[in-house]
């Protein structure tokens, strides 16, 4: 979501490809080039902003939707389940004083913002609705917490990524809280 640049990269080597197939005279693909197939599909997975959350998303949907024997409830317990132990851990002091470095406390806040989305993908009325199992006002409120420029991107994926956030059950001040 930070880096955009990635795929406008990814094209300009495409193009750059072509070219070069078109001046050899055989016309083959180098022993180092990528076919067009994969080309194709990495292209499709850069488009969006934020790839791999995506990929997490789809595949935790197809698979809550496949199995319908297992109630959805067990997939959504364990989300909500992980990211109020990754919020717990940022705001309890004795567990965040066990952190050596700050890199640790930011993969944990990078975690429960993953999870909290695929919550609200896989959940029927999302995560930002009253009844969930996640205490995302908390999670929100720990995230401006900190220092701007390390959740910034947190913030924008909370914003951008989940699909229940502008619906009507969602509270006005978890609203203007990401605004």
Known sequence: MTTPAIQNDFSYYRRTVSRQRMTNEDGEAGETEVSNETANRMSLFYAHATPMLKMLSDTTTKFVTQ???????????????????????????????????????????????????????????????????????????????????????????LRFTTRHLNEESTSRSIKSMLV
């Open 67 to 157: 199995h319908k024997d297992l109630p959805v409830e067990i997939t959504t317990d364990c989300l909500s389940t992980m990211a109020n132990i990754c919020r717990e851990m940022i705001e309890n002091p004795n567990y965040c004083s066990r952190f050596k470095n700050e890199e640790t406390k930011l993969f944990c806040l990078r975690v429960m913002v993953g999870v909290i989305i695929l919550y609200d993908h896989v959940h029927p009325v999302g995560a930002f609705a009253k009844n969930s199992g996640i205490d995302v006002k908390s999670c929100i409120k720990l995230l401006r917490d900190q220092q701007n420029d390390k959740v910034e991107g947190l913030m924008n994926a």
